[in-house]
């Protein structure tokens, strides 16, 4: 870390990127599902699925930079290798292929998942009071906590 001065000090900055690499590993973990079930969904909804995957995946891919941008603001190397994601991110991949209905399933899962990174890392931030980040993080949950709403509609 170099000398910034942010209004954070070093602790907490790095409290806060930590909780913000989990929230970028599950996001990227997440995004990369997304795309893996775009390119091979089929079945009756094939079109509304492949449709709706391309569109979360495309927000997914500005949130991961977004994400990883904050953490290098916060003056802290962003995680960005699949090993790295592999460690950090609370999603599993899926070895198969599964079902359409089983890829809404575990994409809903995915999307509750992140939602509850997103509490722990916006609790780390607003006791930091870092605005900044807290107001990414609240973005990001809301975004998941509307799209798994629209992915169990679909069940």
């Known amino acids: 870390m170099t000398n910034i001065d942010i209004g954070i000090n070093k602790k907490d900055r790095t409290d806060i ?8 590993a599950d996001s990227y973990t997440l995004y990369l599902q997304t795309h ?71 994409l809903t899962r995915g999307h509750e998942q992140v939602v509850k990174t997103c509490r722990e890392a916006l609790s780390l931030a607003q006791e930091a009071n870092d605005e900044s980040s807290a107001s990414l993080i609240s973005d990001r949950m809301r975004v998941h906590e509307k799209t798994a709403w629209m992915l169990r509609a679909l069940q």
Request: no cysteine.
């Open 17 to 24: 990127a930590q909780g913000l690499k989990r929230l970028l």
């Open 36 to 106: 893996n079930f775009h390119w091979n969904v089929t079945g009756p909804q094939f079109r509304e699925l492949h449709l709706m995957f391309e569109e979360h995946y495309t927000e997914l891919a500005e949130a991961v930079d977004d994400i990883a941008e904050r953490i290098r603001t916060l003056d802290v190397v962003a995680p960005g290798t699949y090993k790295a994601f592999a460690k950090l991110s609370a999603i599993k991949e899926v070895e198969d292929v599964p079902a359409a209905n089983e890829m809404v399933k575990i």
